[in-house]
């Protein structure tokens, strides 16, 4: 056996809460980090009761059993890139924040979620997204809302592409480096990038892909965003890319159970089986010829 130590690729912190479904939230940003060929280390925000038919109830985490997540990771690993996602609470919220204050880290990636697709149990308190708008905005690289949050963080109605370019905008001048508006729900699905470095608006199309299985495209879009910056990419083409991996996560998705399926995260590692009568080369070493044989 060798002894030989590999090094480590760049190792990525998502802060967010469980799906039992393991659609969406740290099972999601976990599956994105490995398909970008980075490992995934998580902080549990809260534990969800939910399935692919909707959230039923959330349990948040105590901000001090947050707080000692974190630091154990913090002191432990040196992490490339954090996506931030569910908080459930103002106190975890605030646990974050001083978090991105000690550690300085380079790339932080926020989606500001507040309120699953399905079901109706609140994913942020109202006093928590209140304190993402007012204070965490600001010490992150990027902030992916859809169209939903960037309405009630910048307190404007969005209803077209004219519209996200106009909250993008604002939420830059409310201090966000960067800002990608998500329009994932529009007829034609437009994000609408804002980079407070350039000061310019940027759009980028795409092709509607028709698939209920969309569960966790918010937190794979970040994830992917947020790997991608760990890897060396500057930030538009890290966001183009990353839109490219969800639509094709979104292509090779299916469902696992009644309600909106997954995506398919991992795409890029399944393989067609060989058809009949093909035999392939084990990749264990092991030639065909000394295999033992089946008595």
């Given at each position: 056996m060798s002894n030989q130590t590999h090094q480590a690729p760049p190792i990525l912190l998502?802060?967010?809460?469980?799906?039992?479904?393991?659609?969406?939230?740290?099972?999601?940003?976990?599956?994105?980090?490995a398909a970008h060929n980075c490992y995934g280390v998580a902080a549990v925000t809260a534990l969800t009761v939910q399935s692919t038919q909707g959230v039923i109830s959330v349990h948040a985490t105590p901000g001090a059993q947050l707080r000692a997540?974190?630091?154990?990771?913090?002191?432990?690993?040196?992490?490339?890139?954090?996506?931030?996602?569910m908080l459930s609470t103002r106190a975890n919220?605030?646990?974050?924040?001083?978090?991105?204050?000690?550690?300085?880290?380079?790339?932080?990636?926020?989606?500001?979620?507040?309120?699953?697709?399905?079901?109706?149990?609140?994913?942020?308190?109202?006093?928590?997204l209140k304190f993402v708008r007012d204070e965490l905005l600001k010490r992150v690289s990027v902030i992916t809302p859809n169209i939903p949050e960037a309405e009630f963080l910048t307190g404007m109605e969005v209803k077209d592409l004219n519209a996200m370019k106009a909250a993008a905008q604002?939420?830059?001048?409310?201090?966000?480096?960067?800002?990608?508006?998500?329009?994932?729900?529009?007829?034609?699905?437009?994000?609408v990038?804002?980079?407070?470095?350039?000061?310019?608006?940027?759009?980028?199309g795409g092709d509607h892909v028709k698939s209920a299985n969309t569960h966790g495209s918010g937190c794979t879009f970040s994830s992917a965003i947020a790997a991608q910056l760990a890897c060396g990419l500057p930030?538009?083409?890290?966001?183009?890319?990353?839109?490219?991996?969800?639509?094709?996560?979104?292509?090779?998705?299916?469902?696992?159970?009644?309600?909106?399926?997954?995506?398919?995260?991992?795409?890029?590692?399944h393989q067609e089986q060989p058809a009949r009568g093909v035999h392939e080369v084990p990749q264990h070493g092991m030639h065909p010829a000394a295999e033992p044989a089946a008595h």
């Open positions: 998502t802060i967010a809460g469980f799906d039992p479904s393991c659609g969406a939230g740290v099972a999601a940003d976990l599956k994105t980090f997540q974190l630091d154990a990771l913090a002191d432990d690993i040196a992490i490339a890139a954090v996506k931030i996602g919220a605030s646990v974050v924040t001083e978090f991105l204050d000690k550690q300085k880290f380079q790339h932080v990636v926020l989606d500001p979620v507040f309120r699953p697709t399905a079901g109706n149990a609140e994913l942020l308190d109202i006093s928590g604002k939420l830059v001048e409310m201090g966000a480096r960067a800002v990608v508006v998500t329009g994932g729900h529009l007829e034609k699905p437009t994000d990038l804002c980079d407070a470095a350039g000061g310019e608006v940027e759009t980028f930030l538009r083409e890290a966001v183009i890319l990353a839109k490219a991996y969800v639509t094709k996560a979104i292509e090779k998705s299916y469902s696992i159970g009644k309600g909106a399926g997954p995506l398919n995260q991992l795409f890029r590692f």
